[in-house]
């Protein structure tokens, strides 16, 4: 069967990495997190202080920066981790997930200099095909002509409380209302922005997983993969 580049985007919290990464086991594909390169430069830029609005030195500071996905360890697996995420080297897996980088990582995510660089490194990651990419721009921006886009979306209180779970598991002690705020607002950011905004691509596959649950909803994925392979090798084999 032909090997396929699978686009997942969606919303903070709509449960893209679980998701995705569910899918790619499934279908023995290689999962990437897009989601965790911004999140890794956010977390260089904090680090050194650099002004979220200095957007010279953020392009600068993203071609100046090695960032790395790889999967997780059985140890790491088991604690939650579905990508390990290393910045220039040094596993930053635990410390990218918190509130703070999350806003930090889509305050940068506007700046298109600094998207150029990360879609080049997204572009040649998953370039080999069998792949799933899940972020916010993959099916538009990223692999645009991927044969399977999925939309995953779900409600904004859901999404939230989800996420809320996640800190509470960590014992970072945000309350629900918090955490509700910085999904609307990071949400907010995302779909406004001027570059490669979140939008639903023509050709995507609207899913909504408010009431479904993590394997459900990968194995509909796995479902409309296992299509599109068949379509493929079918048109192959009818032009050869
Ligand atoms: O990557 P994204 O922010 O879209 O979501 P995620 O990190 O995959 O999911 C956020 C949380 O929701 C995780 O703790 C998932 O286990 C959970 N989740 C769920 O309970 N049911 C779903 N259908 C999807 C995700
Ligand atoms: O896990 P969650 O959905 O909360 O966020 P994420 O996927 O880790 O992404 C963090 C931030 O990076 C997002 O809020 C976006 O601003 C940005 N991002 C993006 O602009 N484009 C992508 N392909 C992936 C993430």
């Known amino acids: 069967m032909p090997k396929l580049t699978i686009a997942i985007d969606g919303p903070a ?3 893209k990495s679980s998701v995705s990464r569910r ?49 997780p360890t059985p140890e790491q697996e088991a604690a939650g981790a579905k990508n390990c ?10 410390e990218i ?4 980088v999350a806003q ?12 150029q660089v990360l879609v080049a490194e997204q572009q040649r990651a998953g370039a080999g095909g069998g792949v799933v990419m899940e972020g916010r721009d993959i099916g538009t921006v990223v692999f645009p002509k991927s044969e399977l886009k999925i939309f995953l979306d779900a409600s904004p209180e859901v999404r939230a409380e989800r996420r809320w779970k996640e ?9 629900l209302a918090e955490v509700f705020d910085e999904v609307i607002e990071r949400d907010k950011r995302d779909r406004e922005r001027k570059v490669s905004p979140l939008v639903r ?7 909504d997983n408010t009431a479904m649950g993590i394997e459900e909803t990968a194995r509909l994925i796995v479902l409309l993969a296992q299509e599109r392979e068949k379509e493929l090798a079918g048109a192959a084999g009818r032009n050869s």
């Open 97 to 100: 997930r918190s509130a703070e």
């Open 85 to 94: 995420v290393f910045l220039d080297g040094v596993d930053v897996t635990q």
């Open 23 to 71: 899918v790619a086991a499934l279908l023995r594909y290689l999962y990437l997190d897009s989601g965790a390169m911004y999140r890794a430069l956010a977390v260089k830029a904090l680090r050194r202080e650099v002004a979220l609005e200095n957007e010279p030195h953020l392009e600068a500071l993203a071609r100046d920066t090695h960032i790395e996905l790889k999967p």
């Open 13 to 15: 919290g709509s449960g």
């Open 201 to 207: 691509a023509a050709d995507a596959v609207l899913v």
């Open 167 to 175: 800190h509470q598991e960590k014992g970072e002690k945000l309350t």
């Open 104 to 115: 930090a990582a889509s305050r940068l995510a506007t700046i298109a200099k600094v998207r």
